[in-house]
């Protein structure tokens, strides 16, 4: 069987599977799978990383580290001690390799309304040693671009009833209504308890003419696929809030540098928290997949990504 003949074999079933997972994936800009690290240190560099490079945040008196062993999603975690009345923060410092892989790709103007806009989202799993249940237990991501006309970022949870939420926090005359702090926050139906997974995830979307933009929240315990389109609490929608930014004020959306995740802050108590599979885009994707993502399984499965690789090699020496 000649070359061509292969291509013409394969070709469809790789299209049909293109059309699969690319669906999904919306546009992927940066993503930690933390499949190991070169040591235990601040400062030592993470593997798994794309669209840029992480390394560990460990402030001395807790731990911060990524365990290569299989955790609670797919391959190594991150995993973090955050002793009681230590400093912050215990994680993972995010490099993106250039703004257009970093939260500052996030935002942009409208060329024909001149509206600001905010478009893309996030995702994470996280697990948490107690029912997540005071206040600062979580605070996963904290980043703040107000010195240069931007957006501070905030996602975190916990207090006595195990509220989850998202704030976006602007300069006075952000948001054109005498607010400066829009929170998206969870239904309280929604509670992180100890020791289970949860996928987390938030997207961002602007209506291109009214400048109109929601904010979603979304959970579900497990690693299971976050539909971006999900309405319900069964189906992981958690919460959503609206808000206009104004123009005059918001110059810049968030930070386009580097920027820490994972326990950021004290909470009162001890807490050891595992994350795993953060992952930033500047489109919002139709879900944030479960990990290993199904297309991946499908392709190694079957074992089509070999027959893919072996048919480029082959057309790349012919
Ligand atoms: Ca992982
Ligand atoms: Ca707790
Ligand atoms: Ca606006």
Redesign the pocket.
């Known amino acids: 069987m000649n070359v061509f003949c292969a291509v013409r074999r394969v070709v469809p079933r790789l299209a049909v599977l293109a059309l699969l997972c690319g669906t999904a994936m919306g546009d992927l800009i940066y993503q930690a799978?933390?499949?190991g690290a070169a040591g235990s240190s601040n400062g030592d560099a993470i593997y798994?990383v794309t669209g840029g490079t992480a390394t560990i945040r460990d402030n001395g008196t807790g731990t911060a580290e990524v365990v290569a062993a299989p955790?609670p999603?797919?391959?190594?975690?991150l995993r973090t001690f955050y002793p009681n009345g230590a400093a912050a923060p215990y994680g993972a410092r995010i490099t993106p390799a250039s703004p257009a892989n970093s939260l500052a790709a996030l935002f942009s103007t409208d060329p024909t309304s001149g509206q600001r806009q905010l478009e893309g989202g996030l995702d994470f799993f996280f697990q948490n040693d107690t029912d997540l249940d005071r206040g600062e237990e979580l605070r996963f991501i904290d980043n703040d671009n107000r010195g240069s006309g931007g957006l501070r970022l905030v996602v975190q949870g916990g207090s006595t009833s195990g509220d989850l939420y998202v704030e976006v926090i602007g300069n006075t005359g952000a948001f054109g209504d005498g607010t400066t702090n829009k929170v998206t926050k969870a239904t309280s139906a929604f509670q992180i308890l100890a020791n289970r997974l949860y996928h987390l995830g938030v997207t961002f979307s602007t209506d291109d003419a009214t400048g109109q933009t929601t904010v979603r929240l979304f959970g579900l315990e497990g690693n299971r696929a976050l539909d971006t389109s999900a309405a319900t609490l069964a189906e992981g929608f958690l919460g959503s809030l609206s808000f206009n930014l104004d123009e005059s004020v918001v110059t810049n959306g968030f930070i386009s540098g580097a920027y820490d995740i994972g326990s950021l802050r004290n909470s009162g108590a001890d807490k050891v928290q595992y994350f795993?599979?953060y992952r930033l885009y500047d489109a919002v994707p139709s879900a944030f997949l479960e990990?290993p993502e199904p297309c991946t399984l499908i392709l190694t499965s079957t074992g089509l990504l070999g027959v893919f690789t072996s048919l480029r090699r082959r057309r790349r020496a012919a």
């Not at 999603?73 to 975690?77: H, I, K, S």
Request: without cysteine; aromatic residues 16%; negative net charge.
């Open positions: 799978t933390f499949s798994g955790g999603v797919a391959g190594g975690y795993d599979h990990v």
